[in-house]
């Protein structure tokens, strides 16, 4: 039982190419989720999908593309990458129901760096 | 709208020392309340959490009481390891049906031994 899975572990890009991290869970959950953690400001929320077949914005969706492809893997694109997108994204899932709130489960993380 | 304040800055202590790390919220209804700790080049891990007014939870050796009257959520341990250097963050979900977490910024504790 992997968890949830991220891929590449680290990359680095020049201003303007593009690049879609991938992310994958094998616990069955509904809901996945993508965020960027920066210094001194926690975790921010980008995209997250609440059930197969939907995606809604987060916080910062701004430069962002996501891709729900089936009930286990939720992939993040940067179509034009900037400076500012250098950070450590996470994906993370977790089951989902109306009246319930269940944890979530992080990857380990990928380190962007956009030169 | 929903946010999580955690005190500033990073707590530095010695081993077996007590460790309080403070954690406020604001939000609309009945918010779910967790404690999140990151290990040195890892994702995030839940540590412990609370669903309900005077809920306590428990992990570890922490833990944290939901207190709705100073909506407050703070995190304590009597007896701190070198082991428990980490990155704590308070989360709270308050987004009915989507399961949305709302993060503060974190807290770097680092025990000396």
């Known amino acids: 039982n992997a968890g949830v899975t991220q891929t590449p572990k680290f990359q680095v890009l020049k201003t303007g190419q593009s690049m879609t991290l991938q992310c994958a869970q094998d616990m069955n959950h509904n809901s996945m989720y993508w965020y960027r953690q920066d210094p001194g400001m926690g975790l921010r929320l980008i995209y997250y999908s609440a059930s197969e077949g939907t995606t809604d914005k987060g916080e910062v969706p701004n430069g962002y593309n996501v891709s729900r492809l089936n009930k286990r893997e939720f992939s993040l694109r940067l179509e034009s990458a900037a400076p500012s997108q250098t950070s450590v994204y996470f994906c993370?899932?977790?089951?989902?129901?109306?009246?319930?709130?269940?944890?979530?489960?992080f990857g380990p993380g990928t380190r962007l760096t956009v030169t | 709208g929903n946010s999580v304040t955690q005190m500033e800055g990073p707590v530095t202590l010695s081993e077996e020392a007590f460790l309080t790390i403070n954690c406020t919220y604001t939000?609309?209804?009945?918010?779910?309340l967790f404690w999140y700790v990151q290990y040195p080049g890892e994702g995030l891990q839940l540590l412990l959490k609370a669903t309900k007014a005077d809920d306590k939870g428990s992990n570890k050796g922490f833990e944290a009481t939901y207190r709705k009257e100073t909506t407050s959520f703070h995190l304590e341990k009597g007896s701190v390891q070198v082991s428990d250097s980490a990155v704590y963050f308070c989360?709270?979900?308050?987004?009915?049906?989507?399961?949305?977490?709302?993060f503060g910024k974190g807290n770097q504790v680092v025990v000396i031994p």
């Open positions: 993370a899932s977790s089951e989902a129901a109306a009246d319930v709130t269940y944890e979530q489960y």
């Open positions: 989360a709270l979900s308050a987004y009915y049906g989507n399961n949305r977490l709302a």
């Open positions: 939000a609309t209804g009945y918010p779910s």
